[in-house]
């Protein structure tokens, strides 16, 4: 039989993970853990609570193996002892799908010397594409007192704005800050929030450009996350593009894997291509849409290059990773005591073009010759 010590702490974790909150890392799961265990009493043994705990412990530190390597130091000795500051992870995503990505973070932030395992700690939160889950998921870092919270994406770096205006937040995301509302002006963001971005919801009208180059004469699709903060500006864009372009286009919206599903399968007899918009829940999925666009003979073009190497046809854009490694350089020049405030945020303007032509000529097409001088990268 559990004693009851024990079973509290289990109830806890399990209204953890009801309330969408997946992955923790162990600092606050398990002190607070340790903390229930030392009222058992001492004849149930050293044995009984370590075999209660190790489970969850273990598949907490699962996460921070995948997404930023190996950690040599439990982030609960940390916590426990203060003697390392802590970086929040909020993630829009889950880890298993935005892990490879947002992997650059501590590449930048060892820049600064600061590594994990030696001198600073992780604790990290996914919503699962649940964007409504964000403000929670904030509000709990913020309990934890992390030093900085590192915002993966425009839905997160919203949320934490909202919930903090002292903790220092830094951003990687694919929008324009100011459009949004994270900081008043690029060169002066003003408060507590900066961070890096690329331009990938102001090229979505070049994407449209590039498709119908590809299928001249084709109705075109836009496909968007109807819950994401980007969509009306990526749908007034692009709808603008087609418009001037003279491009029947059909607006198609997914919030979940089964929606993606559906239109994949019924967009090829309504258009002749489909423009990808900005958003988490595509980019969490590249190697999917991929296989998708050719399952279902739907040419298609997103903004990254992972994209075209997963079976994409084109995509046009910039980096996603060289944001996250910005935003680690950011993240550890204020662990060293600069002002979020005083940090211009980083816009990356470059943007690159990939063709795919094994991907093309499998859905039996032909890239002209002028597309295909313009890449930046053919993969055949």
Same mark, same amino acid.
């Given at each position: 039989m559990? !004693?009851?010590? +024990?079973?509290?702490?289990m ?5 953890i ?5 997946? #992955?923790l890392p162990?600092? *606050?799961?398990?002190?607070s ?6 009222a058992? /009493?001492?004849?149930l ?5 370590l075999?209660a705990l190790?489970e ?5 530190r699962?996460? +921070?193996?995948?997404a930023?390597?190996? *950690?040599?130091?439990s982030p609960?000795?940390?916590r ?5 500051p802590i970086i929040g992870?909020?993630?829009s ?7 490879p990505?947002?992997a ?6 060892n ?6 395992g030696?001198n ?5 939160v ?7 889950r964000?403000?929670v998921?904030?509000t709990r870092l913020i309990e934890?007192r ?5 915002a993966?994406a425009? !839905?997160s770096?919203?949320?934490a704005k909202s919930?903090?205006s002292t903790i %220092?937040?830094?951003?990687a995301i694919?929008?324009?800050p100011?459009?949004?509302g994270?900081v ?6 003003g ?7 690329h331009?990938n919801?102001?090229?979505? %009208?070049?994407?449209?450009?590039l498709?119908?180059?590809l299928? %001249?004469g ?5 496909l968007t ?7 009306l500006s990526?749908?007034g ?6 418009? *001037?372009?003279d491009v029947?286009l ?5 919030r979940?894997?089964?929606? +993606?599903? /559906?239109i994949f399968r #019924?967009?090829p007899?309504l258009?002749?291509g ?5 958003d988490?829940?595509?980019?969490s999925?590249?190697s999917a849409?991929g ?6 003979k ?5 903004q990254?290059r992972d ?8 995509s046009?854009g910039g980096?996603?990773k060289n944001s996250y490694y910005?935003?680690?350089i950011y993240?550890g020049r ?7 405030a005083n940090?211009?945020?980083q816009?990356?303007?470059?943007v690159e073009?990939f +063709?795919?032509l094994k991907?093309?000529r ?5 890239p ?6 313009r890449? #930046?990268?053919?993969?055949?």
């Amino acid at each position: 039989m559990v !004693p009851a010590a +024990i079973q509290e702490g289990m109830a806890s974790n399990e209204a953890i993970a009801a309330s969408g909150i997946r #992955d923790l890392p162990p600092a *606050a799961v398990a002190v607070s853990a340790r903390a229930r265990a030392s009222a058992v /009493s001492c004849s149930l043994g050293k044995s009984a609570t370590l075999a209660a705990l190790t489970e969850g412990n273990m598949r907490r530190r699962e996460f +921070i193996r995948l997404a930023f390597g190996a *950690a040599a130091l439990s982030p609960m000795v940390a916590r426990a002892q203060q003697s390392e500051p802590i970086i929040g992870i909020l993630g829009s995503s889950t880890a298993d799908d935005y892990g490879p990505m947002i992997a650059a973070f501590p590449k930048g932030l060892n820049e600064t010397g600061y590594v994990e395992g030696k001198n600073v700690g992780f604790e990290s939160v996914w919503a699962d594409n649940h964007y409504d889950r964000l403000p929670v998921l904030a509000t709990r870092l913020i309990e934890r007192r992390v030093n900085i919270i590192m915002a993966a994406a425009t !839905p997160s770096a919203l949320a934490a704005k909202s919930a903090t205006s002292t903790i %220092p937040i830094v951003f990687a995301i694919g929008g324009d800050p100011v459009r949004t509302g994270l900081v008043g002006s690029l060169n002066n963001p003003g408060g507590n929030v900066t961070g890096a971005a690329h331009v990938n919801v102001d090229t979505a %009208p070049k994407r449209l450009e590039l498709l119908r180059e590809l299928v %001249p004469g084709r109705p075109l699709g836009l496909l968007t996350n109807p819950s994401s903060p980007l969509t009306l500006s990526v749908e007034g864009a692009v709808e603008a593009a087609a418009q *001037a372009l003279d491009v029947k286009l059909t607006v198609f919206h997914a919030r979940n894997d089964d929606d +993606i599903d /559906s239109i994949f399968r #019924d967009a090829p007899g309504l258009v002749g291509g489909m423009v990808i918009g900005t958003d988490v829940l595509f980019t969490s999925r590249l190697s999917a849409l991929g296989a998708k666009s050719l399952e279902h003979k739907l040419p298609t073009i997103y903004q990254y290059r992972d994209f075209v190497a997963a079976g994409g046809v084109m995509s046009y854009g910039g980096d996603i990773k060289n944001s996250y490694y910005h935003a680690g350089i950011y993240a550890g020049r204020i662990l060293n005591g600069e002002k979020p405030a005083n940090l211009a945020v980083q816009l990356s303007t470059k943007v690159e073009f990939f +063709i795919n032509l094994k991907a093309a000529r499998a859905l039996g097409l032909e890239p002209p010759l002028a597309l295909v001088g313009r890449a #930046d990268e053919v993969i055949e």
